[in-house]
């Protein structure tokens, strides 16, 4: 096995005359927390969805727990977690039936999802909430809980996308100490983020302009290549060159 | 394994809808209760002139008879055809029944007499059937009134044959019987057809399909937890109508039960997966309701449910054969009306089974996890 959670080789959509990701290459090494930026429109979402088997690409390869996201798509499924950036977990379904229904579908077996759900819901100080239904939850409880189902199953990579927009700066903070959580235990994380805080908590980071990986290195080489204090500085240097997120 | 756990969800997400439940409990006592007492194609209460130019016993027991009967109702007894033509030209009355000057006379003697019956056809249905009944009772009254008086025709020995209609499977032509079955089948269409196709774009609309496509799960599976809850949906209307429809007319089915629920469930299926494509091709709740309505009003008028197929031109009885709900709606009159069985019914059983396979195979094709 490489030493590459993902690969990407010239990874491309294009949806009719527009290219929405524009041959990017990179790689994430295992147990990295790669930081995915750029501005609105840059294609991020989309190379993100390529990545986890759900939108096949136009051109170029990629693989992820060295499994090809176009052929062995549900192969890849098996080995990543996923939070999209809309809340997508069922409103009407409770807390403890939203973990019961993935920790199903991933093949756990009844016994292991309570007792996996029970530590998690302590975990989180859930445990009260527990037969609550998810849409009445507050939008910071939402994400962490989506947060955490992402990773329930203990899958190699995990893609996260904005996890945390809208979200206020306490539960913010809260919720990248679950991530580095997961990081500890090995999981790698792909995070896609508008916050240049969160920027500076990645191992890595790459920033997108118009569908193509304009930089991409550790927070602090970025900031000394382009001879800035922040990574807010190297972001907008870079974004405002954007022709496509103007509108 | 996994579908243990989709199901769940499943049955979880629809019963926990109110709505739902509360429409499977009422829709079928309101559909079993009101519509066989008001889509009724029964005539009844016809209103009818006499003028009788006899004015002798025979003829004024042959009115009596008539408005003694259940179908007609004499609103006037007027002197000549002219003035009860005025009754039907107002609208007050829907026939006019004349009897000829020395009906009773001639009877005797010559042991046939004349009648006439005028009634208003702008009603097709009801002048038809209105002076159909009026014949039949005016049979009835002749062949009454030879048994009594022992008025024979001797000058002629052909009596003229008598028709006699028979009606069978429904003996007393009751339209509710006719109509039982059509609503169960329509109360399945609407609810299995529906439901489903709302049901997989409804998650796209609200994002939570792209928390299941990242996840492992097989199409088959998917699909599978998506038909299964409506099965037991229309199997549980079926049966609920079936005992509505004892207790309150009490019909039961002439035909064998298993036969009935082994057409529904191959039925069941093509009607549930025909949804789910509409739904796997819809982009919004709105788009899979409209195009789902089309199929379904055109499946309703092109399955005989209220119109015969005999009736339809020869290309739209053509194009019924690719209609699913023609094939059940007989498959389902023959089973409760006639108690067919099994193997009268199989070119019926055959066209279910293979649309049913088509749109399973195609609701599990069209369900896409990449794009």
């Known amino acids: 096995m490489s030493e590459y959670a993902i690969v990407a080789e010239g990874l491309t959509k294009t949806f009719g005359t527009f290219t929405a990701t524009d041959h990017i290459t990179f790689e994430v090494r295992k147990g990295e927390i790669f930081g995915f930026l750029g501005a609105n429109g840059a294609g991020k979402t989309t190379a993100m969805r390529m990545l986890c088997g759900l939108s096949r690409p136009s051109e170029g390869r990629a693989t992820v727990a060295g499994f090809d996201v176009e052929r062995e798509a549900e192969q890849v499924k098996r080995n990543i977690g996923y939070m999209s950036q809309k809340f997508s977990l069922y409103d009407d379904l409770t807390v403890e039936e939203n973990l019961r229904l993935f920790g199903g579908i991933y093949g756990m077996t009844s016994a292991d999802i309570k007792h996996k759900a029970n530590h998690l819901l302590s975990n989180l100080g859930l445990t009260d909430l527990r037969k609550a239904m998810v849409g009445r939850l507050p939008l910071g409880w939402k994400q962490k809980l989506a947060f955490s189902l992402s990773i329930f199953h203990n899958p190699k990579i995990v893609f996260l996308d904005e996890p945390t927009g809208g979200v206020d700066p306490v539960t913010r903070r809260q919720f990248w100490e679950l991530i580095y959580e997961a990081a500890d235990r090995g999981i790698t994380v792909f995070v896609t983020t508008h916050y240049m805080d969160e920027a500076e908590y990645c191992d890595r980071v790459s920033i997108m302009v118009d569908g193509k990986i304009e930089a991409l290195d550790t927070p602090s080489q970025l900031k000394k290549n382009f001879s800035v204090g922040t990574m807010y500085e190297v972001f907008y240097a870079l974004a405002r060159k954007a022709k496509r997120g103007a509108g | ?371």
Request: charged letters at 15%; aromatic letters at 12%; a neutral charge.
């Open chain 2, 1 to 371: 394994m996994i579908l243990k756990y989709l199901l769940e969800k499943e049955f979880k997400q629809m019963l926990r809808n109110w709505i739902l439940p509360a429409v499977f409990l009422l829709l079928p006592i309101a559909m079993m209760n009101l519509v066989p007492r008001v889509a009724t194609q029964e005539v009844r209460g016809l209103k009818f002139c006499s003028v009788d130019n006899d004015r002798s016993t025979t003829s004024g027991k042959l009115m009596e008879k008539v408005a003694a009967s259940d179908f007609f109702d004499l609103i006037a007894i007027c002197t000549n055809y002219e003035e009860a033509l005025r009754h039907i030209e107002s609208g007050d009355a829907d026939a006019i029944l004349e009897i000829e000057p020395d009906f009773e006379h001639r009877l005797i003697s010559e042991g046939k007499a004349r009648v006439q019956i005028s009634s208003n056809a702008v009603n097709g249905v009801k002048g038809g059937l209105g002076s159909s009944y009026l014949t039949q009772i005016i049979n009835d009254f002749s062949k009454q009134l030879r048994n009594e008086h022992g008025i024979l025709n001797t000058h002629n020995v052909n009596i003229d044959p008598e028709v006699r209609q028979r009606y069978l499977y429904n003996v007393n032509l009751d339209y509710k019987i006719f109509m039982v079955p059509a609503l169960i089948a329509m109360m399945l269409v609407l609810i299995v057809g529906f439901l489903p196709a709302l049901n997989i774009v409804g998650e796209k609309e609200k994002g939570t399909i792209e928390q299941i496509n990242v996840t492992p799960i097989g199409r088959f599976d998917f699909i599978l937890s998506k038909l299964i809850p409506y099965w037991c949906v229309g199997i549980f209307i079926l049966s609920y109508s079936m005992l509505l429809a004892h207790l309150i007319w009490g019909f039961t089915p002439a035909g064998k039960l298993w036969v009935i629920y082994l057409f529904t469930t191959v039925f069941l299926l093509v009607i549930s997966s025909l949804g789910l494509i509409v739904s796997n091709y819809s982009s919004t709740i709105r788009q899979a309701a409209l195009v789902m309505f089309f199929f379904l009003v055109i499946f309703i008028l092109m399955s005989g449910l209220l119109t015969p197929i005999m009736s339809m031109p020869q290309w739209a009885q053509m194009l019924t054969q690719f209609n699913p709900l023609r094939h059940f709606i007989e498959a389902i009159r023959a089973l409760y009306l006639r108690g067919s069985n099994l193997t009268d019914l199989l070119p019926q059983l055959t066209y279910l089974g293979s649309f049913a396979t088509t749109t399973w195979l195609w609701a599990i094709i069209s369900y896409k996890k990449n794009t």
